[in-house]
């Protein structure tokens, strides 16, 4: 079974910087990797994703422009960079790498309750 485990949260001022890494295992195909967030008392939404086997990447809206993702040259550690943070990006974040398909944008787009495999989260915290 895929097993994730994200780090590299913290807090950080209004304009601060942060890499959230996820370590993923249990891996030998193919997937669609992404990254979510969810601040308390809202829905959990996606912020970006990536497919493995051509590096193929998506964003929200609220992300493009601040926020990159990437993976290693391994494809075993998923990245997300985060810079110019928001009071507004404040969540816990959390890491996915589920569907094997190259449908990677459609299954991002539909959002999270489709995707199986969540780790703990790490939490981004930023103060205004």
């Known amino acids: 079974q895929v097993k994730v485990t994200e780090s590299g949260g913290g807090s950080v001022p209004a304009g601060g910087v942060l890499r959230l890494s996820c370590g993923v295992s249990?891996?030998?195909?193919?997937?669609?990797m992404a990254w979510f967030r969810q601040a308390p008392g809202k829905a959990r939404e996606g912020v970006a994703g990536i497919y493995t086997g051509d590096r193929e990447t998506y964003y929200t809206d609220s992300a493009k422009g601040r926020f990159t993702i990437f993976l290693d040259n391994t494809k075993n550690t998923l990245y997300l960079q985060m810079n110019s943070l928001k009071p507004e990006d404040t969540a816990m974040y959390y890491c996915?790498?589920?569907?094997?398909?190259?449908?990677?944008?459609?299954?991002?787009?539909?959002?999270?309750?489709?995707?199986?495999?969540w780790g703990q989260g790490t939490q981004v915290t930023v103060s205004s």
């Open positions: 249990n891996v030998d195909t193919n997937r669609c």
């Open positions: 996915e790498a589920d569907f094997t398909d190259a449908r990677c944008g459609v299954w991002f787009r539909r959002g999270p309750y489709d995707w199986t495999y």
